[in-house]
């Protein structure tokens, strides 16, 4: 969540944009920490593959997969059209590549993974506003 104090776990870089390339602007040693200000979730789409007519898609029907948005429903693009569509499978239940296959509701076939990272925008003790990559290293201070 947004608008809470973070506390670096291990040495963590930051960086002037989200992007793992961007330039360095300070680095974080455990026990340092950040609040964070806001997000953003950077998406590779993965390839569904339609295999039985469902929902006004064909057979052949290629869809671009985006961002999950809970029980089987996801961002998607269709024919060039962005939508939001219920693919009845969750990316992160089952076996990769199988997942769908598995059920009787599935009407098609995930070829490619989804990719994402989450980059959140912290601020240091000093001011700085930098990005890092997920939450990973961080967890959050214990109350007195």
């Known amino acids: 969540r947004y608008g809470e104090q973070w506390v670096a776990r291990t040495a963590v870089v930051l960086r002037a944009t989200p992007d793992a390339?961007?330039?360095?602007?300070a680095m974080?040693?455990?026990?340092?920490?950040?609040s964070t200000l806001t997000g953003e979730v950077h998406t590779i789409?993965?390839?569904?593959?339609?295999?039985?007519?469902?929902?006004?898609?064909?057979p052949?029907?290629?869809?671009?997969?985006?961002t999950y948005l809970g029980e089987g429903h996801f961002r998607i693009r269709?024919?060039?059209?962005p939508k939001v569509a219920n693919l009845h499978?969750?990316?992160?239940?089952?076996?990769p590549g199988k997942r769908c296959e598995l059920s009787s509701r599935c009407w098609g076939t995930l070829e490619r993974e989804l990719e994402f990272d989450w980059w959140?925008?912290?601020?240091?003790?000093?001011?700085?506003?930098?990005?890092?990559?997920?939450?990973?290293?961080?967890?959050?201070?214990i109350d007195d």
């Open 21 to 25: 390339n961007a330039t360095p602007v």
């Open 78 to 81: 269709h024919n060039g059209q």
């Open 45 to 58: 789409p993965g390839r569904f593959i339609v295999q039985r007519p469902s929902d006004g898609f064909s």
């Open 120 to 141: 959140v925008k912290v601020r240091t003790s000093g001011g700085t506003e930098a990005w890092v990559l997920g939450g990973d290293d961080f967890g959050q201070p």
């Open 28 to 34: 974080l040693k455990p026990g340092d920490s950040v």
């Open 89 to 95: 499978f969750s990316p992160w239940g089952g076996t």
């Open 60 to 66: 052949g029907d290629e869809i671009l997969v985006f």
